[in-house]
């Protein structure tokens, strides 16, 4: 009898129902703003431009170099698209830049604090 007692007791930690006492592992999607437009977003498109420009590079050179098209660089740089870590490697190879020191960079960047706002199109 003791066994089915303690069955009865068994807390779903990852699936907490209504009203149980238990919680979720992970904090929900409400923590996590999107990155579009956002400072930090806004300082890692300013240290890549600058990246670009300190290597004399110009958009469509590295576009050529990523074998993407122009507008690529162009809407990444605008702040009009996102783009994952494989780009960011490829996009600081292409640059002839340490991506893991340029992303120290963006690191270092949000610790001193918000970049200035990017103008709204």
Known sequence: MAAATDTQIIQFWDNPTSGSNCSPRFPGPAVMQKSLRSAEHARLIELLVAARQ?????????????ARPQSFIAKYEGGER?????????????LGVDPVKLFREVLSAKARGPAPKQPTR
């Open 54 to 66: 300190k290597a004399g590079i110009r958009q469509h050179a590295l576009a050529r170099k990523l």
């Open 82 to 94: 996102r783009i994952d870590i494989v780009e960011f490697i490829a996009i600081a190879q292409a």
